[in-house]
C-alpha cells in the first residue's frame, strides 16, 4: 500500500499514528531499546535498517496508491525480537515517505499495516514454534524463516485489503480482484528471502540472530 495518491480521512490518519505513538510507548517502557546503546548492536541494527530501506525503494504497483514491495519485517524481527524489528522496518518506511513514495499523513497507517502487524505475526509465531515443537535447526529455518515470511505478507494482504475497503479508497471487490491476490504471490519472494538470510546467519553468524541459539538448535542434534 503506497499511499502518496490516497486520501484517508483524518480519523484513519490519526487512529494510525495513534496507534504508533502507544506502540513506541511500551517499547520504550520496556527497555525494548536499550541494546541499541552498545555500538556493536547499533550499527548491526543501522544496516540491516538501511537494507530494508533499499527493499522498500523497489516496488511495483497496479493502481495509484496500491503497490507492492518486499516487507523484510520478519527478518528483522527473527535478528532482534519484536520491538527493534518493528523500529527497523519502521525506519524503512519513514525513509520511503521522506523520498516522496509514500505520504507523511497517512504514514501511521503504513507503519501499523506493513512493519508492526509482520513483526508481531512472526514474533508471537516464533514464540509458538519455540513452545509447541522440537528445537532443531531446520525447524526454526524452515517454520519461522520460510513459512513465517510468507505467512506474515499474507496477514499485510488481508489487513490492508480491509484497511483500504474500509477506508473507502477503493472498492473491496476491485482490491480482491487487482490488489489482494498480488500479496500471495509476493509472500514466495518474501519468503525465500526471508528463509535464505537466516539460514545464512544462523550458520555463519548465529550472533546476529537474538531469537536463535545454536547450543539449542544445532549442539547435540
Given at each position: 500500500?503506497?499511499?502518496?495518491l ?18 513506541g ?6 527497555g ?27 516496488r ?62 512472526t514474533?508471537?509465531l ?18 519461522n ?9 499474507v496477514?499485510v ?10 477506508s473507502?479508497?477503493?472498492?473491496s ?5 487487482h ?6 504471490l ?28 545454536d ?7
Amino acid at each position: 500500500m503506497n499511499n502518496e495518491l490516497l486520501v484517508f480521512a483524518d480519523g484513519w490518519n490519526t487512529l494510525g499514528w495513534l496507534g504508533v505513538l502507544v506502540l513506541g510507548w511500551f517499547g520504550w517502557r520496556a527497555g525494548a531499546f536499550l541494546q541499541l546503546k552498545d555500538n556493536a548492536r547499533l550499527n548491526l541494527f543501522l544496516g540491516v535498517a538501511v537494507a530494508l530501506m533499499v527493499m522498500w525503494q523497489i516496488r511495483t504497483g497496479v493502481r495509484p496508491g496500491l503497490s507492492f514491495h518486499l516487507l523484510g519485517a520478519s527478518m528483522a524481527t527473527l535478528m532482534f525480537g519484536f520491538w527493534r524489528g518493528w523500529l527497523a522496518a519502521s525506519i524503512a518506511a519513514v525513509a520511503t515517505a521522506l523520498a516522496g513514495k509514500s505520504g507523511l499523513p497517512a504514514l501511521g497507517i503504513e507503519i501499523m499495516v506493513f512493519c508492526a502487524l509482520p513483526a508481531a505475526f512472526t514474533w508471537h509465531l516464533y514464540k509458538l514454534v519455540d513452545h509447541k515443537l522440537p528445537n532443531h535447526f531446520f525447524i526454526y529455518v524452515l517454520v519461522n524463516g520460510f513459512f513465517g515470511g510468507a505467512l506474515a505478507v499474507v496477514s499485510v494482504a488481508l489487513a490492508s485489503t480491509l484497511v483500504l475497503s474500509l477506508s473507502g479508497a477503493y472498492p473491496s471487490g476491485y482490491l480482491l480482484e487487482h490488489y489482494t491476490p498480488y500479496f500471495f504471490l509476493l509472500s514466495w519472494s518474501e519468503a525465500f528471502t526471508t528463509g535464505m538470510v537466516v539460514t545464512l546467519l544462523a550458520v555463519y553468524r548465529p550472533d546476529w540472530l537474538e531469537t536463535f541459539d545454536d547450543s539449542r538448535y544445532i549442539k547435540n542434534k
